[in-house]
Structures are given as C-alpha cells and as structure tokens.
C-alpha cells in the first residue's frame, strides 16, 4: 500500500482531485492487480537546449545564475554547465551588474540586496544569442509560525510541516517553499492566494521523499514571495507531474525569457526557518 | 444579410422537395401499426417492414415502436422481420386505409438458423451509413471487465469508435474527442457517461431495450455535437405480466423488476444497480483503510400508459451517483439525474408525433475537511429541453420528418464555499446560461427501386444569456473589456445552418454503395487538456470569446452481403473537417477560473480514415472483425509554430475480433481480442536541471507512441436448465487472458534508488482478472 500512500500525497492539495491515483486506488482496489515497473524506452533524442535559472533576491548575497544545455534522458543527471556566457542584471535604475563565472555554467554577482516592488532584468548572451527576461520582486511576507500536522491515507501516517502567515490582503499573492531535511532537498512547491486572499492560511508542505520524518531530523523551511510568472511556470511543472489535478498533456512550462528559452528569472523574497523535529 | 440567407436555402429545400414529391393523381392508401414483442408487450424498435406487390418496398419501424407507410391498392405479402424475433409473413389487400398491429414472437434459441426466403438486406438499402445498431443479445455475450455487461464497451469494439484508455468508458469516434459524442439516454443528454473514473458506464444494459451509434451521416433530427450520436433506449415495461430479474457479481449486483400496471394498457420497469468494492476494506483493523468508501449505484424507472390507439404516455427517468471519501480528508461525489416525459399522438395514420419534455443534470462535489482549509465545491449543468418531432409518410416513396428542438441550459461551474475555521474565501464563478433553439425537416426518398436518398437541414442557433459579467481578451489572454448583463439579456447569439444529406444506391441484390455529407456545430464544450476523463471537466458555452465549434464529414461506402445476408461487409472512407477547436495554455488552472476563457487556444482538426467490418449475423458462430486504418491531427497558432500534430485520440490501427459461439443448449462461448497503436504522446526529448530537481524538455507535441495495447478476453455462460420457474444463469469471465502489461500511461522521475538515474514508469491497471456473476430471472 505504500504506493497508493505515495499517490495519495498529493490528494491533500488544496482543492487537487489526484485523477491517478484514484484510479489506482479503484483498480487496486478491485482485484490488486495494478502493478508499475520500470521499462526501457527508446526515446527520442532532441538536440541540446539552453536553460537559464536565474534568481534575484532581497537578501544581501550573491545572485546566482545558472546556465546549462538540455541533456539526453538516458544520461546521468548532470548539470551541464554552459560554459562563456556573459550575463547581467539589470537593476531597475537602468545599472547593468555583470555576474562572473565561477564555474561552469553557474554565474555569480557581487553581494547586493534587492528591492521588494522593482522589477529587474537579466540578460544573458550564450552562443552568439541574447536571452532576456524580467520579474517583478513581491513584498515579503513572513511566515507566523509552523507547526506539524498528522495526516492518515491508507494505513500510512505521516507529519507534515505546516507553515502559518497572513496573507496581504487585495494583492495577488504567490508563494514558494523550499523544504531541506538533514541539507537534502525534499520538496519544492508553490501556492498562491486565489483561495484564501487576505486571510490566515495554513501551507501544508507535502514531501516526496519515502521517508516519513522522525524525531532529530532537521528541517530547514524556505519560504519565498514569486511573481505570478515564476508562479505559472512552476505551477505548469507541476501540473505535467499530476499535482493540481489530472495530469495534463506534457509541454515546456511557458518561460519569462524573451526567445523562448527554457528557464525561468525569479526575483524573489525569501525567508528561512530551521527546526530540529523533537 | 443571414436571415436573406436562410430564405434562400429554405426556398432551395422547398424547390427540391417539391420536385421529389411526383403527384399522382391515383389514390393511395395508409398501412400504419405498433410492432410489439408478444411476451412482453415492448414496443420494438428498427424492425423491417417489406411489402412486395409489383415491386418491392420497405420501411421500418421508429424508436416508438410504430410504422407508417403509403401504398399503391394492390395485393401486397408484407414480411416483417428483426433479429432476435420469428419472421412474419401476411397477405395484405390494400384498398383503404389499414391498422395492423403485429406481436412478434421472440426466437428462445438465437442461433437457429432460420433462413427465410425473404432477404435480410435492410443494411444494403438503407442511406443511413456511419451507423452501428448493437444487439442486446450482443452485449450479453460479449466478455467485459470484472463481468459488468457495458454498453459502451461493447460499441468500442467497432471500427471507428476507439476506448479513451483501458477500462474506460470514454470513447472516440473518427478521431472526434470525448466531448463530441452527444449520449442520449430516452432522448435526455448525458454529460458524464461513467462511473468510478470510466470502469463502468452509466448505462445498466438490464434497462436497455436499444442501442444506435451514428459515426457519420447524422440524422436532421440530431445535432449539438460533432462527431457522434449514441441513441439509447429504455425498456417499457413487461405489458403482460409480473417480472424480475438480476445479478449478483463480485463488485456489483443488479434487480430488475417490471410488469403491466393495467394488462396491455400501461406497464413499469425498474432497474437497479449497486457496486460494494469497498465492502472489502470493513474487512481492514486499520481504521484509516476501514474508513474510506467508494461505490456507485444507479436506478432506471420508466412507466407507459396507453390511452387509446392514437395516444401513449411514456415517463422515464435515470439516476446515478458516484461516492468517494478518503478518511475524514476527503470526500467527492458525482452524478446524472435525467427525466424524459415523451407524449406519442397520431394526428392520423399518417401523421406521427412525438412531444418530449426532458430534464438533463450533472453535478459533482468535493468536500475537504483538513481544518483551516476545509471547503466544499458545488458545481453542475443542468439542461431543461422541449422537444417536437413529426413524422408524415407523404407517398410511398416520401418519409418527411420534421420538428424543433429547445434547449436552455446552467452551467454552474463551481463555487468554493469555506468551512468553519477555514481559511478558503468564499469564491463564487457565475452561472451560465444558454439556449439552443434547432429546428429541422429531412426527407427520405425511395427515388427508384435502386435509389434511396436522405437529405435535410437543420438549423441551430444559440444564445448565450445574462446575467452576469462578460469579459473579452486578447490574444495573450489579457482582459480588454468586461460588462455587465441583465438577467435574460442576449450577450451573445450564433446561428449555423447544417445540410445533411446521405444516399445508398443499389448495386445489385447483394450489394450497395452509400455516400453522405453531414455538417455539425457544437456550442457546449468540455475543458479538458488532461491525459484522461475526469468528473471535476469543466463545461462552457459558446460566448463572445468562444465560438461554436464545426465540423464537415464525408463519407463512402461500400456495402456487401454474402451467403444469403449471412455475412455482412462494410466498408467505408471517411475525411472530417473540424474547425474552432479548443486547447488550452499549459499552466492553466480550471479549479474555480472566473476567467478560463482567456487561457483558450482556438485551431483545426482533420481526421481521415478507412473502416472495414465483416459481421458473420446468423448461425452458431457469430461476430464481428472490424479495422480502422486512420489519422487524426489538430493545428493550432500557438502550438508547433501552426504546423499540423497528431491528436491524442490518433491510433493508426486499430483491431477489434468479436466471436460468441452457442455450444450445445446451455452453453454460450466468446471472446474478444483488440489490438491498437498506442496513442500519440509527448514524451521527454531530454532534461535539464533546475534547483536540483529534474525537469523534462519536450520537443514536438504528440510525435511520441505510447506502447500498442492487445488483449484477449473470454467469457464463457452456462444457461439453468430449461422450464424451471427461476431461470438461472452463470457467468464466467477472463479479462485480459495472456497477462499483457498494457501502458495505461508511462511517468518519468528519478531513480528513487539514484537520484543520479531518471528512470521511465509504466503503470499497468489490469492483469489477468477473473470474474463470475450469477443472473436470475423469475
């Protein structure tokens, strides 16, 4: 049952109806004889594509900007760098900032702090093109308080984070989690505020991992303020893996990037909080 | 400008239809009746009719049973026939108007073959083409998942009509998407057709008298929806005497009761169903496996009364719910309600009408009950539709049928209503609502003994209505202009014309060619982007934003017959134009969208294909062998820089076998065996990484395959002795016989062992599964 669990995780999305993972249930359900397995597939091989991750933040520290080329399906999971590239921030005052290389394919900037309501620009030219994209920084809202929250789904239970804050109200608003357990990343999600505007509203934080959290696992939570683009983008990633709903017809999630560039520029606010789960 | 335009074609019809109509000065004579099983006093549906006097000629008889049909006077042998039933031979004199009322007599044993001298080759002159009638008989035998008999299933198995996944209830046909297939039940829309997520369809074939799939060639008297009609027919009720009958499977079991209300006046039928999967997980200690539910149940009824001769009264009805919950969390349910009231009134004997009063809702609910973000989702659309149909026998060689059709339609598509303590806002979508206002007249006419043609229009118009608040967008979505209309008030109107027009001509006995054309306008549309049907699709209007989608069928065919009508050939092309056909932007949410409207793509889809089909009709070995050869592609602005991609309803091939073999009194042997190409998908072209999770690059949409499904299904069904007072009966099923791990659909993730692989996952919803269910009948 534990992939049934594994399923159902995302049931607990707002008003997410997991089409799958009911199926899976029913079919199980019925006679248990659903089964999955991994196969071999002889996928189709698309030549390599530029991708761009770059990201602003209200924090004194160096902007990263990373820079890699689409590899093949079957190849390790690698972060293949792109090598060369020149890129720049563009700072709402019109001041370009170059960022340096310092190893392939990731670009740093010097430390500065970005402003919340400015919108900033980046601009990066790769193998001979220019790429460019912009996002406007949010204000930060701040995270009251997290608690965890017990959760039963067929024969699992399992706690998770719950992060509390109050929304601002009449603004659109859209919100981005970040979960580490023990430095390991675990879950990368984004919520906004059509729902519940202006209210006290509880996050829950569904993890992937298979492995439920216990007591001295240190928890660091990341939660970010995104533009409604970055919002979209992330959004559409989740949607093809079925969150939010039947999974849809798969397609690159709608990049801010001028050329149609894979990636996305994210100028964002963040706040972070580490607790040791007792 | 368009009302000019009308006047024209309408005048083009009258002209036409004038000169069709050869007035003769002899007097002709009427020759009108209800055809009835004689058991049970239902009326029956589609049986032929032939009255061989000099020539030969022939009708048959409507979906109430009845027939009407003017003659020359002359001494005529008038033969009527339908499968299932002992063949009728009468000599009937023709010098003045006749009622005849005719019982037939149901053959017990189907598979005697009784050849009559007379031909069985309605198939071969009737213009009707695109058409599949599926025999009740049929349905029973053939095998089907967990053993639940399904209408819907059964008709995938032929050629043209293709399953929208495995065990699902949805269906293609030539290459139209789901939504395109309007599913009449007693002349009420159905608007989601499955239960539990497409495993079993609505339709409990205990209450089912008929079933009809038009593929191409619609009728006039049909429209709203592009690609197909399926026409299903409730039982009326045993006339003659008390009956029940029923069944009880591993998931599901099934009562049937009916019997006269006043003996071969007025007679009831009820039929029931209702699944007890989740009785298993009571048998759980684990309260939170213990606590969660998942079934389904649904109820026909239907009653008639018969006034007097020129008067019958029918009443039916359907209601289906869905219910799931997930432990306290989680709760979701779904269903139709549908009513009809139909008024059958002969104004003479040869003028047939049919008033119907129809009552169409489908509805679903989410409930959440986590604490600060529990909520509830009420959403529905809900149809209120008046309908007149006339059927006036002109000569012997014009059927007219004519009639108006008004529809108004609500669609509530969904409001979020907050639970206590909860931080969810109450966020109310606007109602829509709509009407159809159709109307139409068709001829069919029997030009010569070779020739038959039918052709009509059918005019549709809509009307999106206030209130509410209507906005439009450009072309990147952004809100351009909103404003506000009055309770009633027209915001928007569309009109179509669509000719319809099909004709069989008569090669020799044996065999026949057909051809038809058929235009279609759809204004309701599903909202669906999804890999799968889900009840929580969205429903909208055509609107200032929407347009009505379109669609342009032609067809050919080629029709033989062999060995005495033992064996049926078909054969037919087909090539379908759509236009303003919908997609969506990715990262669209339709949850509670005031403005889905704006994240809308518009474009154009062709399909074409060729279909063959061999059915062996008689005998102890009977069934069908259908293959479609087709493509199926879109073509939108934004999508693939406006190059043409396949659909994902395209298969190239696609295979159905259907064999029943009667061995011996008692036992009834079938089986199945389908083979398709897998759908087309996208799949990853390559990946990339973004903050250390994997993301996949997809390259051209739907240029992947998903792997070809075949499946080999059996079932085998023992008959209780004969003359017993409780008929019994036991059915034994195989569903998937060799084990074939058929895609149901292939994820991409990490290794979950290494983070440093990506690994591809196929999922597989049924291996080999047995079924037995126990029928009775008393």
């Known amino acids: 049952m534990g992939g049934f669990y594994f399923k159902f995780k995302r049931e607990m999305r707002k008003i997410g109806v997991e089409h799958k993972s009911i199926l899976m249930l029913l079919a199980g359900f019925l006679m248990l004889t659903s089964c999955e397995e991994v196969i071999d597939l002889d996928l189709q091989k698309a030549g390599p594509r530029i991708v761009i991750d770059g990201s602003i933040s209200n924090q004194n520290e160096n902007h990263v900007v990373r820079i890699s080329k689409t590899i093949p399906f079957d190849a390790p999971n690698t972060f293949n760098g792109l090598k060369g590239a020149k890129v720049s921030l563009i700072t709402p005052g019109g001041t370009s900032v170059s960022l340096s290389e310092i190893s392939d394919g990731i670009y740093r900037s010097p430390q500065f702090r970005g402003t919340p309501g400015m919108t900033y620009k980046l601009e990066v030219i790769a193998e001979g093109r220019v790429y460019t994209a912009s996002s406007t920084m949010p204000y930060p809202v701040l995270p009251d308080s997290i608690s965890f929250k017990k959760l039963s789904f067929f024969g699992n239970t399992r706690i998770y984070p719950n992060v509390y804050y109050k929304d601002p109200a009449k603004v659109q608003n859209q919100y981005r989690y970040i979960l580490k357990v023990n430095d390991k990343q675990q879950a990368d999600i984004v919520f906004e505020d059509r729902f519940n505007d202006g209210n006290n509203v509880s996050d829950l934080i569904i993890y992937d991992s298979e492995d439920d959290l216990k007591p001295g696992d240190v928890l660091n939570i990341e939660m970010q303020t995104i533009d409604r683009n970055v919002f979209k983008y992330y959004y559409a990633i989740g949607q093809i893996k079925g969150e939010n709903g039947p999974p849809v017809a798969p397609a690159n999630p709608e990049s801010n990037f001028s050329n149609g560039t894979l990636g996305i520029f994210n100028a964002f606010t963040k706040s972070s909080v580490t607790i040791t789960l007792k | ?778």
Do not use: C
């Open chain 2, 1 to 778: 400008m368009l009302m000019l335009r009308i006047k024209n074609i309408l005048r083009v019809f009258i002209i036409l239809m004038v000169f069709s109509i050869n007035v003769k000065a002899q007097e002709n004579f009427t020759i009108t009746g209800l055809i009835t099983d004689s058991l049970s006093g239902e009326t029956l549906i589609g049986v032929s009719l032939k009255f061989t006097g000099k020539t030969q000629l022939g009708t048959s008889t409507n979906a109430y049973g009845f027939y009407s049909y003017k003659l020359s006077p002359g001494e005529y042998t008038l033969s009527v026939s339908y499968i299932g039933y002992r063949s009728v031979n009468k000599k009937i004199n023709v010098d003045k108007d006749i009622r005849l009322d005719l019982k037939m007599i149901p053959d017990n044993v189907l598979d005697e073959i009784i050849i009559s001298s007379e031909k069985r080759n309605d198939n071969l002159i009737n213009a009707q083409m695109g058409i599949a009638k599926v025999n009740l008989s049929e349905i029973k035998n053939v095998p089907v998942l967990f053993g639940e008999r399904d209408i819907l299933k059964t008709i995938q198995l032929i050629p043209g009509i293709k399953p929208a996944g495995e065990g699902n209830s949805g269906f293609y046909v030539r290459g139209g998407a789901a939504d395109q297939n309007l599913i009449l039940l007693d002349e009420a829309p159905v608007y989601n057709a499955s239960h539990l997520l497409g495993f079993f369809s609505t339709f409990n074939s205990d209450a089912i008298k008929d079933v009809s799939v038009y593929k191409g060639g619609m009728p006039a008297q049909y429209g709203g929806r592009l690609s197909s009609v399926l026409d299903i027919r409730m039982n009326d009720g045993n006339k003659k005497e008390y009956t029940a009958e029923g069944g009880i499977g591993l998931i599901s079991s099934r009562l049937k009761v009916e019997g006269p209300l006043s003996k071969d006046k007025s007679s009831f039928m009820i039929s029931g169903r209702r699944t007890y999967a989740d009785a298993f997980l009571a048998f759980s200690g684990d309260s939170s496996i213990k606590n969660n539910t998942l079934y389904f149940y649904d109820l026909n009824a239907k009653a008639n009364y018969q006034i007097d001769s020129k008067n019958t009264l029918y009443m039916s009805g359907y209601f289906g719910r869905d219910e799931l919950g997930l432990n306290e969390t989680f709760g979701f349910g779904w269903g139709n309600a549908t009513a009809t009231l139909r008024w059958n009134h002969l104004f003479s004997n040869r003028l047939f009408s049919n008033t119907s009063l129809i009552y169409s809702n489908y509805d679903y609910k989410i409930e959440n009950f986590l604490e600060e973000n529990s909520f509830k989702v009420n959403s529905s659309i809900r149809d209120l539709n008046l309908k007149q149909d006339f059927q006036l026998s002109l000569n012997n060689s014009h059927n007219l049928r004519f009639g108006t059709d008004l529809i108004y339609h609500r669609i509530r598509p969904g409001e979020v209503q907050p639970g206590e303590k909860s931080s969810v806002n109450l966020i109310a979508v606007e109602d829509r609502k709509g009407s159809e206002i159709a109307a139409y007249i068709s001829d069919e006419w029997e030009v010569n003994e070779k020739l038959n043609i039918v052709y009509g229009l059918r005019t549709s118009s809509f009307m999106l209505l206030g209130p509410g608040n209507f906005s439009s967008f450009d072309r990147s979505g952004n809100i351009t202009a909103t404003s506000f209309y009055q309770d009633g008030k027209l915001v928007k109107s569309y009109f179509n014309l669509e000719p319809r027009i099909s004709a069989a001509y008569q090669l020799n006995e044996e065999a026949s060619f057909k051809g038809s054309y058929t235009r279609n306008s759809q204004n309701l549309h599903l909202m669906s982007n999804s890999t799968a049907s889900s009840p929580t699709d969205l429903y909208i209007m055509s609107s200032n934003n929407v347009k009505p989608e379109l669609a342009d069928q032609i067809s050919l065919g080629y029709f033989r017959n062999f060995n005495d009508d033992k064996f049926e050939f078909s054969t037919e092309v087909y090539y379908k134009k759509l236009q303003r056909q919908i997609e969506y932007r990715s990262g669209t949410d339709l949850r509670a969208n005031t403005n889905v409207e704006a994240d809308l793509l518009y474009g154009d889809g062709r399909a074409y294909g060729i279909e063959f089909f061999l059915k062996k009709r008689f005998g102890k070995l009977n069934g069908w062998l259908g293959y479609t050869l087709s493509r199926t592609e879109r073509k939108f602005d934004e999508i693939e820089n406006e190059n043409w991609f396949l659909a994902k309803q395209d298969r190239t091939h696609d295979l159905s076998v259907v064999g029943i073999y009667k061995a011996g009194e008692r036992w009834t042997l079938s089986s199945t065996f389908v083979y398709n190409t897998g759908n087309a998908v996208t799949f990853p072209a390559g990946k990339y990484q973004l903050n250390n999770n994997t993301v996949f690059y997809y390259s051209k949409r739907n240029s992947d395959r998903m792997p070809n499904y075949h499946r080999l299904d059996f079932s085998a069904t023992l008959e209780g002795k004969p003359g017993r007072k409780v008929n019994s009966s036991w059915s034994f099923g195989i569903y998937n016989l060799y084990n074939r791990k058929n895609a149901f659909s292939i994820d991409f993730r990490d290794d979950p062992d290494d983070a440093s692989k990506t690994q591809a996952v196929r999922t597989t919803l049924f291996g080999i599964i047995p079924s037995v269910t126990w029928n009775f009948k008393f």
